[in-house]
């Protein structure tokens, strides 16, 4: 079966220092994979997806990046966060061979900027 | 621009008795429709996926699509309190995905209660 991780559940960071936020799928190839963020009482704002090794598309223009070094590891990086980055950062797939098209989500990453 | 619209509720159901969520979009082309259960402070889980016109029935869950009326909806029967959580509502537009990536549209979630 699939398993999706991403850590550290939790990040305490002060504005101004870079971050790193790390997702592994394990248990199927060549899935794609998406980089969520979900601000306080809002909805799902899609950041970042890709689908494969070092093809990363950017939906919304901000101080964050990401990158695919591998084909079942997707990272999310920043130089210097703002406040307004604080959110819970959720990661996702989806088996390109299924024609289903079902999206999985990993336990996400809760980040607080100070 | 790719919409899914849902009521944020809150909706406060009795124990036993039927919930209906609700969620409409936007382009008549979408054809995969999901519903995802979020618990506070945990990550979206999937809980139903539909494609076809009509009713899916997955023990307590039923999702209804009507693509004419671009309506999808989910009923829970029998509501128990472990239920109350928000619940969002997906679409996979056509049109909005590029070659392979298959781009999921949210909606805001309704935020479901069910009293004991």
């Known amino acids: 079966s699939q398993t999706i991780h991403q850590w550290p559940a939790t990040l305490v960071q002060p504005v101004g220092s870079p971050l790193s936020l790390e997702c592994t799928v394990e248990g199927t190839s060549n899935p794609n994979l998406y980089w969520y963020r979900q601000a306080a009482g809002r909805g799902l704002q899609l950041l970042f997806y890709s689908v494969g090794i070092g093809q990363i598309s950017s939906e919304v223009p901000q101080n964050l990046s990401a990158s695919r070094p591998q084909d079942r590891q997707f990272i999310l990086s920043s130089k210097k966060l703002l406040l307004s980055d604080s959110g819970f950062y959720l990661c996702?797939?989806?088996?390109?061979?299924?024609?289903?098209?079902?999206?999985?989500f990993g336990p996400g990453t809760r980040l607080t900027v100070t | 621009q790719k919409e899914v619209e849902q009521n944020s509720g809150p909706l406060s159901v009795p124990e036993g008795a039927i919930a209906s969520l609700n969620c409409t979009y936007s382009?008549?082309?979408?054809?995969?429709f999901f519903w995802y259960r979020q618990y506070s402070g945990k990550s979206p889980e999937l809980i139903m996926s539909?494609?076809?016109?009509g009713d899916k029935e997955d023990g307590r869950f039923t999702a209804q699509l009507n693509k004419a009326s671009q309506y999808v909806s989910l009923l829970i029967r029998d509501s128990q309190p472990s239920d109350s959580a928000t619940y969002l509502c997906a679409v996979n537009f056509l049109a909005f995905s590029g070659a392979g990536a298959q781009k999921l549209v949210f909606g805001q979630g309704t935020r479901l209660t069910i009293n004991p």
């Open positions: 382009d008549r082309g979408s054809q995969s």
């Open positions: 996702a797939w989806i088996n390109r061979r299924e024609r289903a098209y079902e999206q999985y």
């Open positions: 539909i494609y076809s016109n």
